[in-house]
């Protein structure tokens, strides 16, 4: 009876000790990775109101055409076809331009529409692209505790360490038919 508590209590004793070691060791050995991902979000669609336009600079080119009939080089102001003018004032376009298209920021897209000589409105297609970091936590020593029971009458107690996937295990182990008692020491590997 004497055996079978000193058994006891050095059992209880190991797995404390186990414990404690395990739980105070196993948080120094902690190794950290950071992964950057970078996500596409929502497209986003509006349209710039156009009275927000605000003219930066306005100026009159000097409009020239070059006169190739004379040996010498002249420069003759013509006179403007009015009705083709007109026709293309009042012709209304619209414009796609792409002003850019990144990994890490994303893609905008303007569609400007020009009328009457002016721009009447600018609608806008931006699709972002959102940048996560993630910080991966990984144990590299992790301790852990262990059982047995086996078919044959075997009965196992025990702990062992995992140093990143490969582990070590100490079990002991007693025989319940015969009494015996003896010791197991394992390798594993986690996966």
């Not at 120094?28 to 929502?42: L, R």
Request: glycine share 10%.
């Amino acid at each position: 009876m004497k055996k079978a508590l000193t058994i006891s209590v050095l059992i209880l004793v190991c797995l404390i000790i186990d414990y404690g070691l395990g739980f105070y060791i196993g948080r120094y050995y902690i190794k950290e990775s950071t992964v950057t991902k970078y996500i596409t979000g929502e497209t986003i669609t509006g349209s710039v109101d156009s009275s927000k336009f605000e003219l930066v600079k306005e100026e009159k080119p000097e409009i020239q055409y070059r006169d190739t009939g004379s040996t010498k080089i002249k420069y003759v102001n013509l006179p403007a076809d009015t009705a083709a003018i007109i026709a293309d004032w009042e012709l209304k376009r619209t414009y796609k331009a792409m002003v850019f298209e990144s990994d890490t920021l994303g893609k905008l897209e303007i569609f400007p529409t020009i009328q009457y000589n002016r721009l009447t409105g600018l609608d806008y297609n931006f699709t972002p692209t959102i940048r996560n970091n993630y910080i991966i936590k990984t144990k590299v020593l992790q301790p852990f505790l262990s059982g047995s029971y086996s078919t044959l009458g075997y009965v196992g107690v025990g702990g062992g360490v995992f140093y990143h996937k490969l582990g070590v295990e100490y079990q002991y182990q007693l025989d319940c038919k015969s009494g015996g008692r003896g010791h197991m020491i394992g390798g594993k590997w986690m996966f």
